[in-house]
């Protein structure tokens, strides 16, 4: 099993910036690539952005630009760079790793605030 755990979330201004980070643990080398996902108030969660093993990144038209991911294979963890932040970034972003085609293992999430 693989086991993830999030931090580096908070409240920040528009215009701030912020890091998250997830660190990966347990059965690792079944991981084929890692994520973000947020769920903002009131509605579903999605994607943010994604890294294969292969140092492929994809990002949602809302954050490219603006998002950066990246992760350190030495630590076992994924960073989410967020700079130029703003109020509609507000969310619980969550981690989340893939195994075969699923997104299938995933962090307790970490809150980010941005206000106006």
């Known amino acids: 099993q693989v086991q993830l755990v999030e931090s580096g979330g908070g409240l920040v201004q528009a215009g701030g910036s912020l890091r998250l980070s997830c660190a990966a643990s347990?059965?690792?080398?079944?991981?084929?690539?890692m994520a973000w996902f947020r769920q903002p108030p009131g509605k579903q969660r999605e994607f943010v952005a994604s890294?294969?093993?292969?140092?492929?990144?994809n990002y949602a038209d809302s954050v490219k630009g603006r998002f950066t991911i990246a992760r350190d294979n030495a630590k076992n963890t994924v960073y989410l760079q967020m700079n130029s932040l703003k109020p509609e970034d507000t969310a619980v972003y969550y981690c989340?790793?893939?195994?075969?085609?699923?997104?299938?293992?995933w962090g307790q999430g970490t809150q980010v605030t941005v206000s106006s």
């Open positions: 890294v294969t093993n292969s140092g492929h990144t």
């Open positions: 989340a790793a893939r195994m075969g085609s699923v997104w299938n293992t």
């Open positions: 347990g059965s690792i080398f079944s991981i084929n690539a």
